[in-house]
């Protein structure tokens, strides 16, 4: 839509090029947020993509993902063959509800800012350990783990101005094995619950990450794959009965009922014990 309010649009070739922050500037992205209500508090567009970054960046250390890389230029990638954790990226690409033009200019940088419940991009990168480097206006690179960025439903440690620059996922993640389960009320529907398992290969551990059925991420490690009370008892120390999401698209009883039958499918695909998928 147009957006009515809006009477720049900055279009720089660095970052450092936007050295004052105003209270109506907005970063813009893939803009398929930006551009779908209007933005009352917004006079300013500063497009991000003027700055060539380049989209992916691999290397021994891992995966070095451009907020501005877009989720289609995402999902393409192929990785290593000792890269087990690469097919999350699909089934997470395919998690969120979109159209064609969402898919090919939403960027992943925007769906993790935008730090809704089901960012299906938060989930990723989450579950993958990833680090993101925000950028301020008035001072040195920040790191922040994408599980401590969203701190809520719609909000995030972002300061006024700050950048999400990229967001690296560590090799030693992306070489793991996982488990993912996900489920939404309607087909290809906003996610309800997004659970993801991780394990070291050739190890017993067990890193849980809960998306969609909670505010923000949660993220719960095991030493060795726990049983099936274990789990229970470290999935309610964890979420309160009232700390569940509660909207349109599932009441939060649902979605606590769904975070402890996903939770227990991956304990059992992660211990060996349960069918695999
Ligand atoms: C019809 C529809 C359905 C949707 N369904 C889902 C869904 O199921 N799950 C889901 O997660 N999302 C959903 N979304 C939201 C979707 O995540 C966002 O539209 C998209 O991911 C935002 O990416 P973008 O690049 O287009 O961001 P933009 O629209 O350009 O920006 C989004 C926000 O992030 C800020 N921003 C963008 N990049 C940066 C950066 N690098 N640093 C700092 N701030 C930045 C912008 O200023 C803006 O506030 C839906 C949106 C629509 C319109």
Redesign the pocket.
């Known amino acids: 839509m147009n957006l009515s309010t809006i009477t720049e649009v900055k279009r720089p070739s660095s970052a450092d090029e936007i050295a004052h922050w105003k209270p109506g500037y ?11 209500e209007q933005q009352w508090s917004t006079d300013t567009l500063i497009d ?1 993509d003027g700055l060539n970054w380049p989209a992916l960046k691999a290397s021994s250390a891992g995966l070095e993902i451009a ?2 890389c877009r989720i289609a230029e995402l999902q393409a990638f192929k990785g290593t063959a000792d890269w087990a954790a690469i097919p999350l990226i699909t089934e997470c690409c395919n998690a ?4 064609f033009k ?1 898919w090919n ?3 992943v ?3 993790i ?2 730090s ?1 419940p ?4 938060i989930s990723l990168t989450s579950a993958l350990e990833g680090v993101c480097t925000l950028w301020p206006r008035d001072g040195l690179p920040r790191q922040v783990p994408v599980v401590d960025f969203v701190t809520g439903n719609h909000a995030n440690v ?1 300061k006024p101005g ?4 990229s967001i690296h996922l560590p090799a030693t993640a992306l070489a793991k094995r996982f488990a993912f389960r996900r489920t939404s009320l309607t087909h290809i529907g ?2 309800a619950a997004l659970i993801v398992g991780t394990q070291t290969r050739n190890a017993r551990d067990l890193l849980l990450t809960i998306t969609a059925a909670v505010p923000r991420p949660i993220q719960i490690r095991f030493e060795k794959v726990p049983t099936a009370n274990e789990l229970r008892h470290a999935i309610d120390a964890r979420i309160a009965q009232d700390g569940y999401f509660d909207d349109v698209h599932g009441s939060a009883a649902y979605k606590r009922h769904l975070t402890a039958h996903f939770s227990e499918e991956i304990r059992q695909e992660l211990s060996g014990t349960g069918a695999s998928r």
Do not use: H, Q
């Not at 907005?26 to 779908?36: D, N, P, R, V």
């Open positions: 907005a970063w813009l992205a893939g803009g398929t947020w930006l551009f779908s991000l907020a501005t969120l509800l979109m159209s969402i200019m939403a960027s940088g925007g769906n800012c935008m809704l089901a960012g299906a991009m972002l700050e950048l999400l620059r906003r996610s």
